[in-house]
């Protein structure tokens, strides 16, 4: 398990005959496991195992985060 200020990552592997498509299927499940909303679990397949995938739990929901103004205001049009 990795921490990058924000977030934990870690790297799983499935039991044999567990598939990447089966854990995206339980993302709701799996977010509940950890206490957190769905929002704040990623999940990313590995290109080495079908099994293999990365699970990303952000600490705060990304939605819940504002924007904040973006400086692509502050251009000028033609």
Known sequence: ?????????????????GT???VVKAKQVVASGLDV????VFL????RSERRHRLYI?????????AGRT???DLQGP
């Open 20 to 22: 990447f498509g089966q």
């Open 58 to 66: 952000a600490d705060v929901d990304p939605a819940s985060v504002p």
């Open 71 to 73: 400086p692509l205001l």
């Open 44 to 47: 990313t397949k590995t290109r």
């Open 37 to 40: 909303t769905e929002r704040q």
């Open 1 to 17: 398990m990795t921490r990058d200020g924000v977030a934990a990552a870690v790297v799983i592997d499935l039991p044999y005959g």
